[in-house]
């Protein structure tokens, strides 16, 4: 069974340019989150979909989007990159919530110079 | 604000030994909790859950739960250098989102 998959692994990106990043989740899983991990602030939670609704939204900036799509894949959108923006993003699925637990993809390294 | 509290460590223990980590959490109705290993460089994986006050065995790892002391742990027993890693405590508020702890770095002394 293929796990939570996010592509690309790697990034590289200019202030002020805007990113989509995609996650597929492990399949029969309808829920899919995001979370971004930094050193300094750990592990905060984007955002929620199920089946293509957002459930809940984390206080992140307008810059940061998400839509999940019929099949539940799901993409991220970070417009006027910052600097600050530089971290791990983090992809999760569930079969329809969070009571069983996560399964984290392999992330997407975000760097922006 | 919700909040989940864990030592940062590092925790040094030698090989062999009963590693035990900690973790706090601040949302009385929370119903969900996880533990999760995440190695140097990548994605956080998930080790152990608990939904019900005392203990959970799997394997190696023992989880406990105290919901009104608002407490869970891990322990890890027979502790392997492949253990070292950040320990990652995670509650579910409920809202389809999961609260972190910031993570408590092992170290597995051979």
């Known amino acids: 069974k293929a796990g939570v998959t996010q592509t690309p692994r790697y990034l590289i990106k200019t202030r002020g340019q805007q990113v989509t990043l995609s996650c597929s989740p492990i399949?029969?899983?309808?829920?899919v989150s995001w979370y971004q991990q930094t050193p300094g602030q750990g592990l905060q939670f984007l955002f929620e979909y199920f089946s293509e609704t957002q459930r809940n939204k984390g206080n992140f900036p307008g810059r940061f989007s998400g839509r999940q799509f019929s099949n539940s894949r799901s993409e991220m959108n970070v417009s006027t990159l910052e600097l600050g923006d530089s971290a791990l993003y983090l992809c999760a699925s569930s079969l329809k919530d969070g009571a069983a637990g996560y399964t984290f993809g392999s992330g997407t390294r975000l760097t922006v110079v | 604000q919700k909040e989940v509290e864990q030592n940062s460590g590092p925790l040094s223990v030698p090989e062999g030994a009963i590693a035990s980590l900690n973790c706090t959490y601040s949302d009385r109705v929370s119903q969900s909790f996880f533990w999760y290993r995440q190695y140097s460089g990548k994605s956080p994986e998930l080790i152990m859950s608990?939904?019900s006050n005392g203990d959970k065995e799997d394997g190696r790892f023992t989880a406990q739960l105290n919901k009104a002391s608002q407490y869970v742990s891990l322990l890890i027993r027979d502790s392997q250098p492949s253990d070292s890693a950040t320990y990652l405590c995670a509650v579910d508020d409920s809202n389809y989102q999961l609260i972190w702890g910031a993570g408590t770095k092992l170290i597995i002394k051979p």
């Open positions: 608990i939904y």
């Open positions: 399949s029969g899983h309808r829920s």
